[in-house]
């Protein structure tokens, strides 16, 4: 804990004067530059704010030379790189959106070692029997703390501010059919399906279609091209390389050019590629690698190789990690869309629940999931015999009203899910009502020879005749209810063969 506490102070020093570099408000950056030196913990990181201190107080530009020169007056070990150390700070952000989230941060946990040290101070003045002594340290560590948390509050509007707000027309990745955008910026989002179903492909193809402004799931997609980023660990890169190989076949040379601007993918390649989990050990990688492509959509697949614990039925984690990863993406850029691909519950009963109104139970694991995003896709198995078969629909929409279950079918060569020509969700929900009427029949058959053999019949041969004798079902049907109730375990064998008892 401590290790991770360090180095998300290590990271906030840093971003700190990243943004202070980069500021254009005169205002704000003042403000900043009056935060005590010993508010930077690191001795490097404390030079360079001090050479900027001087070099604002002498009138000069926060850049490689006017910064540059005070800090290798204050630190001669630097010997010529100076310039480079400042250099470094201007590649590390954009913008300097961040700078007064930043300083308020900083200030406050300056405040706080202030108080500690203070009343570390009082208690030993305590200890000594020096009570007038201890009542002023008291007293200094009561202005100290005198407004501090001042600066964290909740964001509160008047009423005409929020009257006066103009929703922005495209402010989404995908429009619905009422031309509401779906995939806010700056929201959280998941797309939610059983394992192998095709989950990864359609994120993947989400993505390569908002880049090229095509449709996806007959939905439009909104322009301008983003900056996608894809973070993963469970596809290979010949599947990677497969799957984009065959969505960018038919594409023409522009809109292959957008994408290698605009979409970045994690191939695993190397140890450290197959762990995803936000561990202390493993945040340095995450901020080094946001930071690197500045993402305006994450996609990270699958969610549950993100929890520290891996545990996707334990709330807090699944809290605590989706916060944390927001909180990382929005820190970089603060309207970055970020999307988890999670697995569903699975199951033929289970895929029931993909749409109605059992379709927030559909995410595997904790509720905390689907209550904490902001919209959910849920994505089906269409037909039991074709893989390639999806039906598309929406488990939860805060900002948007929910499209009509969409029926897509992958085209086997571009890799492509296309609009599934005559798909009839009625019948589809007919079909998976009568797939679950099967299966509850069958447990009545399992629940039938359990009755059977608790009734005193414990014979292989005198259960069957007491099923056909019931049922008047064949002897090959009968014995196979007998299998399905020891499956079960409603049923378990004896010493003898052929002899059975309930399971108690």
Same mark, same amino acid.
């Given at each position: 804990?401590?290790?991770?506490?360090?180095?998300?102070?290590?990271?906030?020093?840093?971003?700190?004067?990243?943004?202070?570099?980069?500021?254009? *408000?005169?205002?704000?950056?003042?403000?900043?530059? *009056?935060?005590?030196?010993?508010?930077?913990? &690191? /001795?490097?990181?404390? &030079?360079?704010?001090?050479?900027?201190?001087?070099?604002?107080?002498? +009138?000069?530009?926060?850049?490689?030379?006017?910064?540059?020169?005070?800090?290798?007056?204050?630190?001669?070990?630097?010997?010529?790189?100076?310039?480079?150390? $400042?250099?470094?700070?201007?590649?590390? $952000?954009?913008?300097?959106?961040?700078?007064?989230?930043?300083?308020?941060?900083?200030?406050?946990?300056?405040?706080?070692?202030?108080?500690?040290?203070?009343?570390?101070?009082?208690?030993?003045?305590?200890?000594?029997?020096?009570?007038?002594?201890?009542?002023?340290?008291? %007293?200094?560590?009561?202005?100290?703390?005198?407004?501090?948390?001042?600066?964290?509050?909740?964001?509160?509007?008047?009423?005409?501010? !929020?009257?006066?707000?103009?929703?922005?027309? @495209?402010?989404?990745?995908?429009?619905?059919?009422?031309?509401?955008?779906?995939?806010?910026?700056?929201?959280?989002?998941? !797309?939610?399906? /059983?394992?192998?179903?095709?989950?990864?492909?359609?994120?993947?193809?989400?993505?390569?279609?908002? !880049?090229?402004?095509?449709?996806?799931?007959?939905?439009?997609?909104?322009?301008?091209?983003?900056?996608?980023?894809?973070?993963?660990?469970?596809?290979?890169? %010949?599947?990677?390389?497969?799957?984009?190989?065959?969505?960018?076949?038919?594409?023409?040379?522009?809109?292959?050019?957008?994408?290698?601007?605009?979409?970045?993918?994690?191939?695993?390649?190397?140890?450290?590629?197959?762990?995803?989990?936000?561990?202390?050990?493993?945040?340095? %990688?995450?901020?080094?690698?946001?930071?690197?492509?500045?993402? &305006?959509?994450?996609?990270?697949?699958?969610?549950?190789?993100?929890?520290?614990?891996? @545990?996707?039925?334990?709330?807090?984690?699944?809290? *605590?990690?989706?916060?944390?990863?927001?909180?990382?993406?929005?820190?970089?850029?603060?309207?970055? $869309?970020?999307?988890?691909?999670?697995?569903?519950?699975?199951?033929?009963?289970?895929?029931?629940?993909?749409?109605?109104?059992?379709?927030? @139970?559909?995410?595997?694991?904790?509720?905390?999931?689907?209550?904490?995003?902001?919209?959910?896709?849920?994505?089906?198995? +269409?037909?039991?015999?074709?893989?390639?078969?999806?039906?598309?629909?929406?488990?939860?929409?805060?900002?948007?009203?929910?499209?009509?279950?969409?029926?897509?079918?992958?085209?086997?060569?571009?890799?492509?899910?296309?609009?599934?020509?005559?798909?009839?969700?009625?019948?589809?929900?007919?079909?998976?009502?009568?797939?679950?009427?099967?299966?509850?029949?069958?447990? *009545?058959?399992?629940?039938?020879?359990? %009755?059977?053999?608790? +009734?005193?019949?414990?014979?292989?041969?005198?259960? $069957?005749?007491?099923?056909?004798?019931?049922?008047?079902?064949?002897?090959?049907?009968?014995?196979?209810?007998?299998?399905?109730?020891?499956?079960?375990?409603?049923?378990?064998?004896?010493?003898?063969?052929?002899?059975?008892?309930?399971?108690?």
């Amino acid at each position: 804990m401590e290790a991770l506490k360090q180095e998300e102070r290590d990271h906030r020093e840093a971003t700190f004067l990243a943004c202070l570099f980069r500021c254009q *408000d005169t205002d704000r950056q003042r403000q900043a530059l *009056d935060l005590p030196l010993d508010a930077i913990t &690191d /001795p490097s990181r404390r &030079d360079m704010f001090n050479a900027m201190k001087q070099a604002a107080k002498d +009138g000069e530009n926060l850049d490689e030379i006017g910064v540059g020169l005070k800090l290798q007056r204050i630190n001669p070990s630097y010997e010529g790189n100076a310039f480079k150390a $400042v250099s470094h700070y201007f590649s590390l $952000v954009e913008t300097s959106a961040q700078l007064e989230h930043h300083f308020s941060a900083l200030s406050e946990a300056h405040k706080v070692r202030e108080i500690t040290t203070r009343q570390r101070r009082a208690l030993e003045l305590l200890e000594a029997g020096d009570t007038e002594a201890w009542r002023e340290k008291m %007293r200094d560590v009561a202005k100290v703390a005198k407004g501090i948390g001042g600066s964290q509050k909740f964001t509160v509007r008047g009423v005409s501010e !929020i009257l006066s707000y103009e929703i922005p027309a @495209d402010h989404g990745l995908v429009r619905n059919e009422n031309k509401e955008s779906l995939f806010e910026l700056g929201s959280v989002a998941g !797309i939610v399906g /059983p394992p192998g179903v095709g989950k990864s492909r359609m994120a993947l193809q989400l993505a390569i279609a908002q !880049i090229t402004g095509r449709q996806w799931c007959n939905l439009d997609t909104i322009s301008p091209p983003r900056k996608w980023l894809l973070i993963g660990n469970e596809n290979s890169r %010949r599947r990677i390389a497969r799957d984009l190989q065959g969505m960018t076949a038919t594409l023409a040379p522009e809109k292959v050019a957008l994408l290698k601007d605009h979409l970045f993918m994690q191939v695993p390649e190397t140890d450290g590629d197959m762990v995803i989990a936000l561990k202390s050990d493993n945040m340095a %990688r995450w901020r080094n690698t946001l930071g690197q492509t500045k993402p &305006d959509a994450l996609i990270i697949d699958p969610f549950e190789a993100c929890l520290e614990n891996y @545990d996707v039925n334990d709330a807090a984690a699944v809290r *605590d990690t989706i916060q944390k990863v927001a909180s990382l993406a929005h820190e970089i850029n603060p309207d970055c $869309v970020v999307i988890f691909v999670h697995h569903a519950r699975t199951g033929a009963l289970n895929v029931q629940q993909a749409t109605g109104f059992g379709k927030d @139970d559909f995410a595997k694991g904790s509720k905390t999931f689907t209550s904490m995003i902001r919209l959910q896709i849920n994505i089906a198995p +269409g037909d039991a015999d074709d893989f390639g078969k999806l039906v598309v629909s929406v488990g939860k929409s805060n900002d948007a009203k929910p499209f009509y279950p969409q029926g897509v079918s992958m085209n086997e060569e571009t890799r492509l899910y296309e609009a599934w020509q005559g798909f009839d969700y009625e019948a589809w929900k007919e079909e998976l009502a009568t797939v679950g009427a099967k299966r509850a029949k069958a447990k *009545d058959k399992a629940e039938l020879v359990r %009755r059977i053999v608790d +009734g005193g019949t414990h014979n292989r041969k005198d259960i $069957v005749a007491k099923i056909i004798e019931q049922e008047g079902v064949a002897d090959k049907t009968a014995r196979r209810w007998i299998m399905s109730a020891l499956k079960k375990n409603l049923i378990r064998p004896l010493g003898l063969e052929g002899q059975f008892a309930t399971v108690q």
